[in-house]
């Protein structure tokens, strides 16, 4: 999900685009970018949908939110996704400020959960969201 809003100062924040897509048809080519918000909002939900462990040399990048698939959330499963989180973006993601999450599992019965993730980034005013959906794929 991209949010809309506008960030004072172009390409304050500048990043690669995950998806390694291809910029420009000759050769050597380029890799497109991901700007301002969009940078940000790659970042937080690559660091939330990557497991402990699972990135080289750095073991307590990522988050366990992917284990939410598989259980009921609970006040004190809630109350630890949301330090564990916390810690992730406090730890990682030194352009934002984290202000909340929220779980939405409504959806559990399908191995779906949304979450609501609410920030600031360092230096601004405004609140923003970003809602990451976590799914089982089979």
């Known amino acids: 999900p991209i949010v809309s809003?506008?960030?004072d100062g172009k390409d304050r924040f500048v990043d690669f685009d995950l998806a390694f897509t291809r910029v420009g048809e000759n050769n050597p080519y380029s890799l497109a970018v991901k700007k301002d918000l969009n940078a940000i909002n790659q970042s937080l939900t690559n660091l939330i949908l990557t497991r402990k462990g699972e990135k080289g040399f750095s073991p307590l990048f990522?988050?366990?939110?992917?284990?939410?698939?598989?259980?009921?959330?609970?006040?004190?499963?809630?109350?630890?996704?949301?330090?564990?989180?916390?810690?992730?973006i406090?730890?990682?993601?030194?352009?934002?400020?984290?202000?909340?999450?929220?779980?939405?599992?409504?959806?559990?019965?399908?191995?779906q959960v949304k979450i609501r993730i609410n920030f600031r980034l360092v230096n601004e005013?405004?609140?923003?969201?970003?809602?990451?959906?976590?799914?089982?794929?089979?």
């Open 5 to 7: 809003n506008r960030i």
């Open 62 to 88: 990522g988050t366990n939110v992917v284990s939410l698939l598989f259980e009921t959330i609970g006040s004190l499963q809630e109350i630890t996704l949301k330090e564990e989180i916390r810690f992730a």
């Open 90 to 111: 406090k730890t990682f993601e030194p352009r934002v400020e984290f202000i909340d999450v929220e779980f939405d599992d409504s959806d559990i019965d399908t191995n």
């Open 125 to 138: 005013q405004s609140q923003r969201e970003l809602v990451v959906e976590v799914q089982r794929r089979r």
